[in-house]
């Protein structure tokens, strides 16, 4: 009776442990920057909500898909859709666009090479996208230096101004030479 009880007791613990482990291991690995999201006026924050919804139900699948991993990603929400950036894009249509359009891309083309899918699966930490104001005040306007790569972080900060030129493909570019170049 008391070895019954033993295996049924570690038993049960096993099934508590593996099921910790497996929520960690589905749990979201987007770090929630949301609280500015709410203190944007309406019109921005309800875009911004609708392409948050489009990031967890769409993106971020296909963002895993080239590399077989789901990166970590630090996503600054409220800075993405600004209220002064508003005459030069349409957010709905351009949003995937301007930034995770040239990611899938940049990851598809840089996962084909066996090599770099291994460097990147093993340094690249964290990717931050952002739309952040230089400090000189001006817009991330470039597609040629929108992203950086340093220390397992690529950052990758675009402004809605000038979403056309290059587009998608001079974004992936810039994010893939970003990484190749930093990645060791």
């Known amino acids: 009776m008391n070895t019954i009880f033993k295996k049924s007791f570690v038993f049960g613990l096993f099934l508590v442990v593996l099921t910790f482990f497996s929520q960690i291991s589905s749990a979201d690995m987007t ?3 949301t609280a500015g999201v709410e203190k944007l006026p309406l019109a921005q924050r ?10 967890n139900t769409v993106f971020k699948k296909k963002l895993a898909a080239p590399c077989g991993k789901d990166f970590n990603y630090e996503i ?4 993405l859709i600004k209220a002064e950036d508003t005459e030069y894009a349409n957010f709905e249509s351009e949003f995937a666009k301007v930034y995770f359009e040239p990611m899938e891309a940049a990851f598809k083309d840089l996962c084909k090479n066996e090599e770099t899918k291994k460097a990147m699966l093993a340094q690249i930490k964290t990717i931050v996208v952002k739309n952040e104001y230089s400090s000189t005040g001006s817009p ?8 950086t790569y340093s ?3 690529l950052t990758l900060n ?3 101004r000038n979403t056309d030129a290059p587009g998608i493909n001079g974004r992936a570019l810039a994010m893939a ?8």
């Open 31 to 33: 770090k929630d920057i």
């Open 46 to 55: 309800s875009l911004t909500k609708q392409q948050m919804k489009k990031w």
């Open 76 to 79: 600054h929400w409220e800075t």
């Open 140 to 147: 991330q306007t470039s597609s040629e230096d929108w992203a």
């Open 151 to 153: 220390n397992g972080v």
């Open 158 to 160: 675009m402004s809605f």
């Open 177 to 184: 030479k970003a990484l190749t170049q930093g990645l060791k």
